[in-house]
Nanobody, 130 residues
């Protein structure tokens, strides 16, 4: 069983930056390094939306237009950790952010769907004030 724990959320003013971390445990380092990882977010009353995904080797899979150019996903397989650097934050970025692990080696747009992922963290709140 893989456990994912997000951290780094908080309150920030519009235009500011945050860096989210997601630490994985319960999987060997070799196993974690084979997972694609994703970030999703969910605002109150809305569906959970794709934010970013990264391949097992660290290649970015893609971003939706809403965050393209502002958010960057990365990973450190030695630390079993995936990151989401968020810059130029906007009030509409306010949401609970979740990281997720895919053990089935998704690729391309297949990684954009939440149903692809097997394990989820508990989420971290990001609030952007105007």
């Amino acid at each position: 069983q893989v456990q994912l724990v997000e951290s780094g959320g908080g309150l920030v003013q519009a235009g500011g930056s945050l860096r989210l971390s997601c630490a994985a445990s319960g999987a060997s380092g070799r196993a974690f390094s084979s997972y694609a990882m994703g970030w999703f977010r969910q605002a109150p009353g809305k569906e959970r939306d794709f934010v970013a995904a990264i391949t097992s080797s660290g290649g970015s899979i893609g971003y939706p237009d809403s965050v393209e150019g502002r958010f960057t996903i990365s990973r450190d397989n030695a630390l079993n950790t995936v990151y989401l650097q968020m810059n130029s934050l906007k009030p509409e970025d306010t949401a609970v952010y979740y990281c997720a692990a895919d053990t089935k080696h998704c690729s391309g747009y297949g990684c954009y769907s939440s149903v692809q992922y097997d394990y989820w963290g508990q989420g971290t709140q990001v609030t952007v004030s105007s």
